[in-house]
């Protein structure tokens, strides 16, 4: 017989086919999802409108710009909160899930609060990260100062304090021009490295050395002192303190900003509370003091008083932005009596400079408002408006006047015989540098931009100019531009929110890291020459180069060496 189909199939068979034959129903989606779904997506639509027109704000943009690297930190933590938001949707982890990674997330917090410490911001306003053991920079100064084993003060002998033609006197050197001349620096430190003379903790604060003679002198925080000292500048032993009892506050760093200014056997020293002193350069008393302000907590600026005193013609000149009239104040050098205050401007973080232009001696102060110069009885001349970073007007940078070793064509006359001379500002915050024609009309004076660039924005540090192109950091990144137009030329050398001097034709870099470098002040391409290792920790206070002695510190330490010269 032919074969047949079977009748009978296996309870297997039967399962397979029931399996494959049967229609598997639809599960419905929730009516409140159906519903929720256009609404979710409208909230999405005008969230995301009212951030484009909220971003598209002046005062927005000025937020974003200030937070500078935070922006970097903000949008990693905003895409891992997505993440965890859309994990939990769409994984939908069991409550035991949920429960376990949240106690390990409260423990993971816990205990890096234990490991580590925030201690301070750079420049760019990411936290310094440190271990929650090391040594605070007060306790390191503590100890340094009461160890035994600390060299004594000594007596100094008068001629200890005479000037030589090495000094650096003031925040920049002479003229506050940030140029050192006197002396030729050699290039190659594998072979000639330079020689560390002493290294030691000092307070806490922002300000650099003045240099003259064989002495070195600084201001610290010390305790609740606001302290001007003065150090032995080849061995680092301390020959006088003196202490004012005041204390500048900030998640910044706490201390003050200045740089003294030795002139005529004083020091004239500016506290960021305000306080103006004047001491004996040699034995350490104090002559007078004044306070610039009626109400520091009212009238002083958020980072602190950071401009350095200017001693010009038996005045020492401050730039408070102290209220109506009082931008600008002058007071005796011998006496600390007012002369004169003048300005209706709002203070910034610049010092002020004295400088010849247009054949009349002026006293410039870049605060709040922009370039403003004064006479030197204090009646304003002129005033160029630059606003940087909105009400915060944060403008650091010194203005640099341009002579014709800088800059072809930095003065003359015009058509009709009135002359004029030019001078380059700078700042950060994405504002960037201009070109400034300033003229002279018999009375009249007038101020012009030539060009503006956003090649070069120097932010926390100054610039130098050398042979028609100007040399700064950018956010960070050495950048040199072309003065006829303001082009960048290169940038490149990542060294942070650091500080530059001018040594000839050479730039002498200290990185915000504390290391210190050679560059070679050329357009042609940049090329770094030296490295070595100064200081340990994040460094914002400004070099002091006497001629071969580099003194350097910040809010930790302080140190010497001797730089090889050829």
Known sequence: MPNQPSTFESPQTLVATDAANSVVPCKRCPLWKILGMPIVIGLALSFAVSLGKWLQEEQS????????????????GFVALIAVVLSIVYLRPSKRTLAITGVLIVMACFGSSKLFRIDGYYGNRTPRIAWRWTPEAELQIKTYLTSKTRIERI?????????????????????????VNNVELATNWKLQPPTLLWRHPVGLGWSSFAVVGDAAVSLEQRDENECV??????????????????????????????????????????????????????????????????????????????????????????????????????????TGSEIWRS?????????????????????????????????????????????????SRVNVAQPMVLGPDEIDQSAGTDDSGNPWAKVLISSGYDKGTALLKITRA????????????????SKLSNFVVYQ???????????????????????????????????????????????????????????TELAKSEALSSKTWNNLALAGDVLVVRNDREAAAFTLPAK
Request: one cysteine or more; charged letters at 20%; glycine letters at 12%.
């Open 61 to 76: 943009r000025l937020l974003f710009i200030g937070l500078d690297g935070m922006c970097f930190y903000l949008a990693i």
């Open 155 to 179: 007596p100094v002998p008068i001629d200890f304090y005479t000037p030589s033609g090495n000094d650096f006197p003031e925040l920049l050197g002479k003229d506050r021009m940030a140029k």
């Open 229 to 334: 000292v003065c150090y032995e500048v080849r061995t680092g032993v301390e020959l006088w303190c003196h202490s004012e009892l005041t204390r500048f506050k900030h998640e910044y760093g706490d201390g003050p900003r200045s740089t003294p200014t030795i002139r005529d056997g004083r020091v004239f020293s500016m506290g960021a509370t305000g306080v103006l002193t004047c001491i004996d350069f040699k034995s350490g008393e104090l002559v007078w003091k004044q306070s610039v302000f009626t109400d520091a907590k009212s009238q002083n600026l958020p980072f602190g008083m950071s401009g350095s005193p200017l001693v010009f013609q038996g005045m020492v000149i401050v730039t408070p932005g102290a209220g109506v009239g009082a931008s600008a104040i002058a007071y005796s050098t011998d």
């Open 343 to 391: 300005g209706d401007d709002q203070a910034s973080y610049a010092s002020p400079v004295a400088a010849t232009l247009c054949g009349q001696m002026q006293i410039l102060s870049f605060d709040g408002a922009g370039l403003q110069s004064y006479a030197t009885d204090g009646k304003t001349l002129w005033l160029q408006p630059w606003v940087t970073q909105g009400e």
């Open 442 to 457: 018999g009375k009249d004076w007038f101020s012009e931009i030539i060009w503006e660039s956003k090649q070069l924005k």
């Open 468 to 526: 028609n192109y100007a040399y700064g950091l950018d956010n960070g990144l050495l950048t040199c531009i072309d003065l006829k137009d303001g082009e960048r030329v290169w940038k490149r050398g990542r060294y942070g929110h650091g500080k530059l001097l001018l040594v000839k034709d050479i730039l002498l870099i200290q990185a915000e890291s504390g290391e210190i470098l050679l560059v070679a002040a050329t357009p042609d391409a940049h």
